[in-house]
């Protein structure tokens, strides 16, 4: 969102869509409104905001990307195993860091989309939380293998239901949370 806004595409509209997308629908997603608010792209052209997306990651510096998750995917990618993100943020941005990392394929949060505009509505997919773990088994299908032979990586608390699911969780540059729950449970953390 900061980076569109500091392109100067967004506008009253974003920002009174983004307000009342909170009023609207506190009531159903309560404090995980602010995570599934993403009416900021209301009627923002879809091509647009795609390539921003590329814009944005490519101007990224390698040194910024979290060296351990770096590193772990290298030995994953030097396995042969598939690498899949599955993260929150957006589709486009989530693509083109994907194709960027070498990934096999990604999940992230998809929009409503309305005569090649994004709409205020909430996200038709968002990996967050519940609905992160509950991708695992798409993903699981997709790729032929068994939860329980899944790497997973996360660095919220809020990724704790996905990582609980997988037969290799890990802890990565963890919140306090997560970093609590790790060492619980005897689980690897990095970072």
């Not at 589709?91 to 994004?118: D, H, Y």
Request: proline residues 6%.
């Amino acid at each position: 969102m900061t980076w569109l806004f500091r392109r100067g595409h967004l506008g009253p509209v974003q920002m009174l869509s983004m307000l009342w997308f909170i009023l609207r629908w506190f009531p159903r997603f309560g404090r995980h409104v602010f995570k599934k608010n993403k009416a900021y792209l209301n009627r923002l052209p879809v091509s647009l905001v795609a390539q921003e997306a590329r814009e944005f990651v490519a101007s990224v510096p390698d040194d910024l990307w979290i060296g351990p998750a770096l590193a772990e995917l290298e030995m994953h990618k030097q396995r042969g195993d598939a690498v899949v993100l599955l993260s929150g943020t957006l589709q486009p941005i989530v693509e083109c860091l994907s194709a960027r990392l070498g990934a096999n394929g990604c999940l992230g949060t998809e929009c409503v989309v309305e005569r090649g505009c994004f709409t205020a509505s909430p996200p038709s997919r968002h990996p967050f939380h519940d609905e992160k773990a509950d991708l695992l088994t798409s993903v699981c299908e997709t790729y032929r293998v068994a939860a329980g032979e899944v790497y997973a990586y996360a660095d919220s608390a809020f990724d704790i239901p996905l990582l609980s699911k997988v037969g290799y969780p890990v802890a990565i540059c963890p919140d306090g949370k997560l970093q609590a729950w790790a060492a619980s449970h005897n689980h690897r953390a990095l970072g």
